[in-house]
């Protein structure tokens, strides 16, 4: 089998194309998912690696996988990186106080942090995220599913920068990474005002919440080593519920990473509430 691909000939194309994975038991349950935009030559590599992750998923091994490769015809909106640092946090009852305080800090009540502890520990995991509005009423229509976030990438200028501020954290991972390019494609717009995650990856127990006002706060030992069961959740002030055209820019526009904010290390609590400025 040919391991290389022609440079001189991808080369000579210069647009973009979204790859998407999923990856689903032969009864269609979630194993796994992923998603980038990538030029011709890059879209070839992904398209193997993602092939490799679904095949090879800690989650099990899929009935079905499912890789999409598109080019992409609308300009992509440029972005930069969210803020990035990480939480001082002991356990996972710690983590569950934290994640409130900071949820609370950008002004999502009680009502609706409960809801979204209650989805990101339900057995069932979706493939996309659920929507919360700030009193904890779902948005999003399909309550199985949840809403895709897909069309999002990182130029390899920024990619490269990103992997130098991440190293110096000890934290260079494609998991950061693509958490990151995700969460600041869906912080990006006005309408959302937060968002919260649990790998659904038994041996992954680093969460985050990501906001436009205090940026990307990873949060260690946000569950127990061992549980499958995680998700996201957005939070979003939505006047009138109508939420079509945030779904609509979550799933189909494209949005690339092109400069990378400061990537910092452990701070407190303390520290990080103390920047929110209203
Ligand atoms: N759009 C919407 N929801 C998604 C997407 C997406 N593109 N990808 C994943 N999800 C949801 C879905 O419900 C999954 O079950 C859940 O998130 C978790 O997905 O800085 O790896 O891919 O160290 O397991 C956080 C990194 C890693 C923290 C999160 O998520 C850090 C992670 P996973
Ligand atoms: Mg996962």
Redesign the pocket.
């Known amino acids: 089998m040919r391991s290389s691909i022609n440079a001189k000939l991808y080369s000579r194309d210069d647009s973009i194309y979204s790859v998407r994975m999923r990856a689903s038991t032969k009864n269609g349950r979630?194993i796994?998912?992923a998603?980038g935009l990538y030029s011709r030559t890059e879209a070839v590599l992904s398209a193997r690696q993602y092939a490799d992750r679904a095949l090879c998923h800690e989650r099990g091994r899929p009935g079905k996988v499912l890789i999409t490769i598109e080019p992409i015809t609308e300009e992509p909106l440029r972005i930069s990186t969210l803020p990035l640092c990480t939480v001082n946090n002991e356990n996972p009852e710690t983590a569950r106080v934290v994640a409130a305080k900071i949820l609370s800090a950008l002004g999502i009540g009680k009502q609706a942090i409960d809801a979204a502890f209650d989805i990101l520990r339900h057995s069932e995991?979706?493939?996309?995220?659920a929507i919360l509005d700030t009193e904890g009423v779902r948005l999003d229509p399909d309550l199985m599913r949840?809403?895709?976030?897909?069309r999002m990438g990182i130029s390899s200028e920024a990619g490269k920068k990103l992997s130098r501020a991440l190293g110096r954290q000890g934290?260079n991972t494609s998991?950061?990474r693509e958490?990151?390019v995700?969460s600041s494609k869906v912080n990006y717009h006005f309408e959302v005002i937060g968002e919260i995650?649990?790998?659904?990856?038994p041996g992954?127990t680093?969460?985050?919440i990501a906001s436009s006002r205090l940026g990307?706060i990873?949060i260690p030992v946000i569950k127990k080593k061992g549980l499958g069961q995680?998700?996201?959740v957005f939070f979003l002030n939505s006047r009138d519920n109508d939420i079509t055209d945030t779904i609509n820019y979550l799933e189909k526009r494209p949005v690339i990473v092109s400069a990378i904010a400061k990537c910092r290390g452990l701070r407190s609590l303390n520290e990080i509430l103390a920047e929110l400025v209203n």
């Open positions: 979630h796994s998912g998603e995991v979706l493939r996309g995220a949840g809403v895709r976030v897909s934290i998991t950061v958490a990151l995700l995650c649990i790998s659904d990856n992954y680093t969460g985050y990307y990873r995680g998700g996201r």
